[in-house]
């Protein structure tokens, strides 16, 4: 991240949140939150006033947000993106972190979709009479139970 130094256009609060995609409810937490800097006011209304830098940082976080990481971790992310290189290997943990999540989230989606697919072709062998395949299909949708129910990471 760069020191504030691209003040070219200014952006309402509605303007950022089109442009970036997030709800201005959004751009309204992530502040409070702290996962981005105050954001500077207009002089006479007391509105926020975006400027490119700020739109520059937000089009990340909608990047990182999008990914499932936490409000936490984006917090943690922005602070270490202020520190610099120092932070290197602090980032790539907390990044290889989520990537591992994912791959987690994904895996548990592939259960999912197989046990759908199964009971597909359950009730599509029902429905030709195929008695034989509907029972081995149900044995097979029946082994997926457990890896159905355990939680889903977060």
Do not use: F
Request: glycine share 6%.
């Amino acid at each position: 991240m760069s020191a504030r130094t691209r003040h070219d256009h200014s952006y309402t609060i509605k303007d950022a949140a089109r442009l970036t995609g997030l709800p201005a409810s959004t751009l309204r937490y992530y502040e409070q939150t702290g996962v981005i800097s105050p954001i500077s006011r207009g002089a006479s209304s007391g509105h926020r006033v975006y400027d490119e830098d700020d739109l520059d940082q937000l089009t990340w976080i909608a990047c990182l947000a999008a990914t499932g990481l936490s409000v936490s971790d984006m917090r943690q992310y922005v602070a270490n993106g202020r520190v610099g290189p120092t932070a290197a290997a602090e980032q790539a943990e907390l990044l290889e972190a989520q990537e591992r999540r994912l791959a987690l989230e994904a895996e548990h989606l592939a259960v999912r979709r197989r046990y759908v697919r199964l009971k597909v072709a359950y009730w599509r062998a029902v429905e030709a009479g195929d008695d034989a395949r509907a029972e081995l299909l149900s044995q097979e949708a029946r082994s997926l139970a457990d890896a159905l129910k355990r939680p889903t990471p977060d």
